[in-house]
């Protein structure tokens, strides 16, 4: 059988991390497309001459046009930029809008049965962009968002218990970023609901630290965003889909009337598995939490509302 094929495009942080981990995971041959001139090709090589030591039969190449990702089952998009000092979101999102158009429009001429997923910021509205540039249908073009802010929720309260991250399941909803919906409701430790594990005042401060997202990390690094978590959360939907495994997990999806949303990119739970995305699990939610859900898509529908109306017409 013919090994899968993946292209990610960005060799920044989270694309060059990220296709270490899908070479390391054996789960493709990558390859790796940036618009600096010998940056994919170098990190490419570099990634490939682990091989003899790692033992995996992944091959990756580097390029800076599109001639070498033909034939792609999955393409991963990271490029983009991050957010510089002075620079608004509105600033950000026409930018970035620009470079996913190119970039998906580019790559999709190459490979018309790939899946997309997104992952440049800000991330629900890129994934429209990608949307209405490829022509994919929803189940092609899925955002990565949710697993990070999820695992982020998950590593707090293993921190905070001292227990396995392996033990602690937590369901976050909603854009990615300041509107994203956490439900402690819904996060388990060993199947058992941590807000009958921890004070709510503790919950209060874990469910506002995961909302912060990588802000504490930018912080901290002094530039650029999170990558390693970031290109974990790549790596378990592509492995998902490739290995038609079928997890549920959180992504971000063009609803198509589930949670009584339409048109519009959110994080919802979804099974991820060789259709790409095959269907939206819709668990129970309170008044409360359904409120949530649907500000946090009015911020992400006003945001696309920006967008240029002649995206993807050409
Ligand atoms: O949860 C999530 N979805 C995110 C998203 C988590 C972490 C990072 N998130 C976003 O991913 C972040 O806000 C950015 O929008 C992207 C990529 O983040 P990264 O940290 O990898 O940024 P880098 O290191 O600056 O890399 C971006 C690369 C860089 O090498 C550029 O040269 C390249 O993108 N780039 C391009 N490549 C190809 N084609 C074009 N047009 C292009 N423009 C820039």
Redo the contacts with the bound molecule.
């Keep these: 059988m013919k090994k899968p094929k993946i292209t990610v495009?960005?060799?920044?942080?989270?694309?060059?991390?990220t296709a270490h981990r899908l070479s390391e995971g054996h789960l493709g041959d990558v390859v790796l497309?940036?618009?600096?001139e010998g940056?994919?090709q170098g990190k490419a090589l570099d990634l490939y001459q682990a091989a003899p030591v790692v033992h995996h039969d992944c091959m990756l190449v580097g390029a800076?046009d599109y001639e070498a990702t033909a034939g792609s089952d999955i393409i991963v998009m990271?490029?983009?930029?991050?957010?510089k000092p002075g620079m608004s979101r509105d600033d950000?999102q026409d930018a970035?809008a620009?470079?996913v158009a190119?970039?998906i429009s580019r790559s999709v001429r190459k490979s018309r049965d790939s899946i997309i997923i997104?992952?440049?910021?800000?991330?629900d509205v890129?994934c429209e962009v990608a949307r209405r540039v490829s022509g994919f249908p929803r189940e092609r073009v899925i955002?990565?968002?949710g697993?990070?802010?999820t695992a982020r929720m998950r590593a707090f309260i293993a921190m905070e218990m001292g227990v396995s991250t392996d033990s602690v399941f937590a369901l976050v909803l909603g854009g990615?970023g300041d509107s994203m919906v956490p439900l402690p409701r819904y996060t388990t430790v060993s199947g058992v609901p941590v807000t009958e594990l921890l004070s709510k005042e503790r919950l209060d401060a874990i469910v506002q630290r995961t909302a912060q997202?990588?802000g504490e990390i930018v912080k901290l690094l002094k530039t650029?965003?999170?990558?390693y978590?970031?290109a974990a959360?790549v790596y378990e939907m592509v492995d998902s889909i490739i290995r038609d495994r079928k997890k549920i997990l959180p992504c971000a999806v063009y609803l198509q009337g589930e949670f009584g949303l339409k048109d519009v990119f959110v994080g919802v739970p979804c099974k991820l598995g060789a259709e790409g995305m095959e269907g939206v699990f819709q668990p129970k939610l309170s008044a409360e939490e359904k409120a949530l859900l649907h500000k946090s898509a009015g911020d992400v529908a006003a945001q696309i509302g920006k967008l240029p109306a002649d995206l993807g017409k050409n």
């Design positions: 495009i960005g060799a920044g942080n989270v694309g060059a991390t497309v940036d618009v600096l940056v994919p800076n990271t490029a983009g930029l991050a957010r950000l970035n620009k470079i190119e970039c997104m992952v440049t910021n800000p991330l890129m955002g990565m968002a697993i990070l802010d990615h997202g990588g650029g965003s999170a990558y978590a970031p959360g």
